[in-house]
């Protein structure tokens, strides 16, 4: 099993950047993906982004060209760049890890994003 935490989320104005890190520890090896999922209230879960192992990265078009997804295998922590933070990215984000994509079987407990207009 992984165990992830996420930090980095907060309040910021319409227009703005925050960044997101989810450290991973336990049974890391096993996590050749790593992704980040977020829940606005009354929504359902919303995939962002994903990462391989090797770096390869897939994003959702509703993100793609504002936020980057990246890790850094040797601290075992996944971080999402957010930029041109919109009011409509108000959620709860989380990173999971898993073996393989869309598979991800360990989560994160959450980080509050609010973006404010």
């Known amino acids: 099993q992984v165990q992830l935490v996420e930090s980095g989320g907060g309040l910021v104005q319409a227009g703005g950047s925050l960044r997101l890190s989810c450290a991973a520890s336990g049974r890391t090896f096993s996590s050749n993906f790593m992704g980040w999922f977020r829940q606005a209230p009354g929504k359902e879960r919303e995939f962002l982004a994903t990462?391989?192992?090797?770096?390869?990265?897939t994003y959702a078009d509703s993100v793609k060209g504002r936020f980057t997804i990246s890790r850094d295998n040797a601290k075992n922590t996944v971080y999402l760049q957010m930029n041109s933070l919109k009011p409509e990215d108000t959620a709860v984000y989380y990173c999971a890890a898993g073996r393989y994509h869309p598979q991800y079987d360990s989560w994160g407990q959450g980080t509050q994003v609010t973006v404010s207009s």
């Open positions: 990462i391989s192992l090797s770096g390869g990265s």
